[in-house]
Nanobody, 115 residues
Framework: QVTVMESGGGLVQPGGSLRLSCAAS????????MAWYRQPPGKSREWVAG???????NYADSVKGRFTISKDNAENTVYLQMNSLKPEDTAVYYC?????????WGQGTQVTVSS
């Protein structure tokens, strides 16, 4: 079993920055991919960015160039640095951890971009 915990959300003005963190604990010996998803108000959950165990990263077009995903293997932690935030980035952000064929989700952290 894997426990996933996100942190770092909050209220920020347009153009501002936030850094989200996601820590995985438990049976984390074979993490394949750690990823961030988000669910804007009234919309479906969407993939934002992912990073493989080898450090390969991928981003949704909507965040490319503004968001950076990184990880600390020793701490089983993944980060999402979000810069140049826009109101349309407002959402609940979720961390997903893939261990072999199983996927584990955190409880989500709210990010609100508003003046």
């Amino acid at each position: 079993q894997v426990t996933v915990m996100e942190s770092g959300g909050g209220l920020v003005q347009p153009g501002g920055s936030l850094r989200l963190s996601c820590a995985a604990s438990g049976s984390v010996f074979s993490i394949n991919i750690m990823a961030w998803y988000r669910q804007p108000p009234g919309k479906s959950r969407e993939w934002v960015a992912g990073i493989t165990s080898g450090g390969i990263t991928n981003y949704a077009d909507s965040v490319k160039g503004r968001f950076t995903i990184s990880k600390d293997n020793a701490e089983n932690t993944v980060y999402l640095q979000m810069n140049s935030l826009k109101p349309e980035d407002t959402a609940v952000y979720y961390c997903n951890v893939a261990v072999r064929t199983d996927h584990y989700w955190g409880q989500g952290t709210q990010v609100t971009v508003s003046s």
